[in-house]
């Protein structure tokens, strides 16, 4: 049972480059979630997908796109990466909105020079 | 303001001190509370849920006080490996029963 899976596990952009995060989790969740942490900072969520087939903005949503492409797979892309979008992703699952609790996987560190 | 604010610390104790933590939150709508613990360049982790009448597991107690809309966790006899950052979590019926988190309160314990 992995829980929920990320890849990459870091991944360093050039201004302008796009690229897509993998999530997956093999809990049988109906919800899932992307945030982003900066340092010293709390979790911002980016996207979220209530069900299988929905999809919604979270608090900080600008430059990015989701895809909700089963009930296992939440997918995040960045089109044209910004050094402003230089942090640690992480992607999270919970039986339903309200959770109660939240299952995360192990982040993508991600750099944009 | 915030929705949900921690006091960041960090907080600097000796092993075997008690070190308690304090969340306020502003939406009175909020309906369930969590504590996660993070540690450093991990992912964060369901430490406990904090229920109306208060709520006991090991070292570790919550409490809730709806009134003054705040959270509270209390650590016994803190250990090394209680050093992490504790994330205070609120769901909210208003905010589509999404959670929010809080900055985190980072503890080092040290020998």
């Known amino acids: 049972n992995a829980g929920v899976t990320q890849t990459p596990k870091f991944q360093v952009l050039k201004t302008g480059q796009s690229m897509t995060l993998q999530c997956a989790q093999d809990?049988?969740?109906?919800?899932m979630y992307w945030y982003r942490q900066d340092p010293g900072m709390g979790l911002r969520l980016i996207y979220y997908?209530?069900?299988?087939?929905?999809?919604d903005k979270g608090e900080v949503p600008n430059g990015y796109n989701v895809s909700r492409l089963n009930k296992r797979e939440f997918s995040l892309r960045l089109e044209s990466a910004a050094p402003s979008q230089t942090s640690v992703y992480f992607c999270a699952s919970s039986i339903g909105l309200a959770g109660p609790t939240q299952y995360f996987g192990p982040g993508t560190r991600l750099l944009v020079l | 303001r915030k929705e949900v604010e921690q006091d960041p610390g960090p907080f600097n104790v000796p092993e075997g001190a008690t070190v308690a933590f304090n969340c306020t939150y502003s939406?009175?709508?909020?309906?369930?509370f969590f504590w996660y613990r993070q540690d450093c360049r991990k992912e964060p982790k369901l430490l406990m849920s904090?229920?109306?009448s208060g709520n006991e597991d090991g070292r570790f107690t919550a409490q809730l006080n709806r009134a003054s809309q705040y959270i509270s966790l209390l650590i016994r006899d803190s250990k090394l490996s209680d050093s992490a950052t504790y994330l205070c979590?609120?769901?909210?019926?208003?905010?589509?029963?999404?959670?929010?988190f809080g900055d985190g309160t980072t503890l080092t314990v040290k020998p």
């Open positions: 904090v229920y109306s």
């Open positions: 809990m049988n969740h109906n919800s």
């Open positions: 997908s209530a069900s299988e087939g929905t999809t």
């Open positions: 979590v609120v769901n909210s019926e208003t905010n589509a029963g999404k959670s929010t």
């Open positions: 939406n009175s709508a909020s309906q369930s």
